[in-house]
């Protein structure tokens, strides 16, 4: 299966279990990967038949300012779930890293990955 892929996606979120991760949020990061075959969208060479990685992300951080979450897992799901159904992805891995989260021996980031299938 082939893969096409968004790296770093950086955006700010409401995520976390304390008042003030709530009120204030934090910064996150994504990777999505989509498995799909693309042969048909190279050989056609057309735009309207890729993936819109551009309308992808946008949705990906409309959802991550508007909606608030208590856990990453929980926003992780909901980002997969929007991608599948709005995007017509078949298949995908997302990789939604809270970075610098409060805790204290935690240095870079808190993750979930989530592997789904439509």
Not at 16 to 36: A, H, M, N, V, W
Not at 61 to 81: P, S, V
């Amino acid at each position: 299966m082939d893969k096409l892929r968004i790296e770093r996606l950086e955006f700010y979120g409401h995520c976390g279990i304390t008042p003030e991760e709530q009120k204030t949020g934090q910064r996150f990061s994504l990777d999505l990967e989509i498995g799909c075959d693309v042969r048909r969208i190279a050989q056609k060479d057309e735009l309207r038949e890729a993936f819109d990685y551009a309308a992808i992300s946008r949705r990906i951080i409309e959802i991550a300012r508007k909606e608030q979450f208590r856990l990453i897992e929980t926003m992780g799901e909901r980002l997969a779930q929007v991608v599948l159904r709005e995007f017509a992805v078949q298949k995908l891995t997302l990789r939604l890293r809270k970075i610098a989260p409060p805790i204290e021996p935690i240095m870079a980031y808190a993750a979930v990955e989530i592997d789904r299938e439509a």
